[in-house]
């Protein structure tokens, strides 16, 4: 579900890039260090979001290494790190966990079993380090299992538990700034389940699968319907992080929030619309 908190790398600025980039290499280091090799290719470009949000808001001392990695073996890269992309990697290993268990759950796929098992051992400790984090992502599925089985056309409701979760893992320190973060995870939480559910309603349909789109997918403008309702989503995440004092990498976490989450979304309105008209010409 995860995938769409991303950069538009036409509109970012070179110098920008890079230090996105030492952000995720840093989150990446942090995950092969306190997690395990495996552990890595669970990295998300949603969690580096939040280390860059988060490091622009507490503006924590970074720590600047260079590191080889199995992708780029010839050169070191630049990483960024600090007690944050700890912070991110060790979410990531939960979100990454309960992921692959209920795809396990619901999909009995082998191989979502078998990644979660290589995380099961640190996931424990984990459990026992963020206790109110791993607590919210297991009553996440839960809720959103039940949601599933009725069947519901709630679209509230069903991005609502996404939302749920993700405030808590965004609520980093109970400060003067926890519910700003709280309402940015939650609302980017809603968009995420959303847009993932938008791209993949047509595929659901035929396979039958839950899809809280799948009614309104029948209506004749349900893709201005859903693009306004997308929309509405993230200007309401926008709004929340407007309100916080960030200097430090704003142009970075404005080119994903105002532009990148709408990559694929573009790419998917660009698809459904070469479907739809070789459809009309067969």
Known sequence: MFGYVTTNMEEMKIKDYRKYRAFYCGVCQDLKEHHGQISRLTLTYDMTFLAVLLNGLYESEISEEKHFCALHPLKKHLCYRNEITAYVADMNVLLSYYNLLDDWIDEKKAVSLAGARVLQKDVAELKKKYPRQAAAIRKYLKKLSACEQEKSTDLDRASGYTGEMLEEIYAWKEDHWESHMRRIGFFLGKFIYLMD????????????????????????????????????TAAECSREFEKLPILEYVDILRNILYSGIWVRYQKVISQKEKNHTAEMKS
Do not use: C, H
């Open 197 to 232: 559910a938008f791209e993949d309603v047509e595929k659901d349909k035929k396979s039958g699968n839950y899809n809280p789109w799948e009614t309104m997918s029948e209506e004749n403008d349900f893709q201005q319907r859903a693009g306004e309702i997308l929309m509405l």
